[in-house]
């Protein structure tokens, strides 16, 4: 996607999500492989090698979480309205730092202010052509399925309702295109932010800060939780520094925006 994410930082924290999903399928299997990130500086496509040939001892709290990686989902539905337990949150923070990075939950005008950047850059983004092509080429407002078989990008399915109230931060991939039957939910009126940072900013960091986005995620899927992502603010040259915490020890800004919550049922 090279207007939404023209350096691959994207794309490369991705692979880093599904780097530290082999790595727990590999820990539940009783391997420990040995991983090296960015191997060959001639290759720069090669992101990692694998070695489960490796003498040492399996992540016993990687492994705990393997189960995690098939229902693992990103969800765009309405949050409940509280906060997340202490010991649930202390989880959160300690599979972050098994990572190397670190996971702060922002105060309230520290998440305001993300919110403020958040819809900041949706405006930004309605107001760049060839950014919402690029949106409607990988967001399908058609079912899956008719009119070819796409195997990537965000299916309609996912979309999740539009914000009658409230600000939840959910990005909308309709792009202002009619959606067939989607309907309208309150959002919750104060949404639970996490921000998840590395020290820098470099790609062999953002291969390491996927890892650990997708740790979180398996720890908080395992905690009976569920997360939507807004990278939103991070893709705008004048908003990347913005999201930082004045008690924050980064030097560069978050790698993801996350929201963990139990859903509503609705």
């Not at 391997?31 to 191997?39: E, K």
């Not at 008719?146 to 195997?151: E, H, K, L, M, Y």
Request: net charge positive.
């Amino acid at each position: 996607m090279p207007r939404t994410d023209p350096d691959g930082r994207g794309l490369r924290i991705g692979c880093g999500a599904a780097l530290l999903n082999l790595r727990a399928a590999a820990a539940a299997a009783g391997l420990a492989p040995a991983i090296r990130l960015l191997p060959d500086p001639a290759r720069p496509p090669l992101l990692a090698e694998i070695l489960t040939t490796g003498g040492g001892r399996p992540d016993p709290a990687l492994a705990l979480l393997a189960p995690a990686v098939v229902r693992r989902r990103s969800s765009r539905l309405p949050f409940e309205d509280r906060d997340i337990a202490e010991a649930v949150r202390q989880r959160l923070y300690e599979a972050v730092s098994a990572e190397g990075a670190q996971l702060l939950f922002p105060d309230a005008w520290h998440v305001r202010e993300v919110l403020d950047l958040a819809g900041d850059a949706e405006d930004l983004e309605a107001h760049d052509p060839g950014l919402r092509e690029e949106t409607r080429r990988w967001a399908r407002t058609e079912p899956t399925g008719r009119n070819g078989t796409a195997s990537d990008g965000v299916p309609v399915e996912a979309f999740g309702p539009l914000p009658r109230a409230g600000v939840g931060p959910v990005r909308d991939f309709a792009a202002g295109r009619p959606v067939a039957g989607r309907g309208w939910a309150p959002f919750e009126a104060n949404p639970r932010l996490a921000l998840l940072g590395t020290a820098h900013d470099a790609p062999v960091d953002w291969l390491r800060a996927g890892q650990a986005l997708e740790r979180v995620w398996l720890r908080a899927t395992t905690d009976g939780l569920v997360a939507s992502v807004t990278s939103q603010p991070l893709e705008w040259t004048q908003s990347t520094r913005a999201p930082r915490s004045a008690v924050c020890r980064w030097r560069v800004p978050p790698t993801r925006c996350c929201s963990t919550r139990r859903p509503t049922r609705t």
